[in-house]
């Protein structure tokens, strides 16, 4: 098991440029997540999907958009990045399990200049 | 308005001391508690968690203990090894549904001297 895959690593973009982010368990968890990390935040919830086919706002979800493509990834896309968005993203999923444990990729490094 | 506080940003142990990382919360819907560790350039690894009907729960070295009425959770880690070096995120849910998220503090950068 590949567990979550995550792509790119690096990115580097131009204010007002768009990109989507991809993510991509093979656990076949129902839920997942994206989160993003600063310096000093820890991690925010950006949008998360508890089930294919729904899609929720977290508490920093201005600026992006999600897609819950089918139950085995989930996308993240920013249609007109600005540098407050320069940040590492993370995504995460879990199965319906008493203790809440989220698995996490490797995550993308995203700047915008 | 922050719900889960990690007020020391780091913390430096001796190689085979105890490692004490301490946790608050203010929402008291809180009831799922867990504690992730993360080394550079890689994502969050689940560690331990601790749900609010426990007081404790011990995995190895890790144990984390939860005081609900002071809404206050730590993690001890005994012995600590230099592997152990790493941030430690605290992370709480009010539920274990399929809409739970989690909440997380800003973490604790831990460092073990040999």
Request: hydrophobic share 30%; proline share 5%; glycine share 8%.
């Amino acid at each position: 098991n590949a567990g979550v895959t995550q792509t790119p690593k690096f990115q580097v973009l131009k204010t007002g440029q768009s990109m989507t982010l991809q993510c991509a368990q093979d656990m076949n968890h129902n839920s997942m997540y994206w989160y993003r990390q600063d310096p000093g935040m820890g991690l925010r919830l950006i949008y998360y999907s508890a089930s294919e086919g729904t899609t929720d706002k977290g508490e920093v979800p201005n600026g992006y958009n999600v897609s819950r493509l089918n139950k085995r990834e989930f996308s993240l896309r920013l249609e007109s990045a600005a540098p407050s968005q320069t940040s590492v993203y993370f995504c995460a999923s879990r199965d319906l399990d008493p203790y809440n444990e989220q698995f996490f990729g490797p995550g993308t490094r995203l700047t915008v200049l | 308005d922050q719900q889960v506080k990690q007020n020391s940003p780091s913390l430096s142990v001796q190689e085979g001391r105890i490692s004490i990382l301490n946790c608050d919360y203010t929402n008291s819907m809180f009831d799922y508690f867990l504690w992730y560790k993360k080394y550079p350039a890689e994502g969050p690894t689940f560690l331990i968690s601790i749900s609010s009907i426990k007081d404790k729960n011990e995995d190895g070295r890790f144990t984390v203990f939860l005081n609900k009425s002071a809404k206050h959770l730590s993690l001890h880690i005994v012995p600590s090894q230099p592997g152990d070096s790493a941030v430690y995120f605290c992370a709480a849910s009010e539920e274990a549904g399929a809409n739970s998220k989690l909440t997380f503090g800003k973490g604790i950068t831990l460092s073990v001297r040999p």
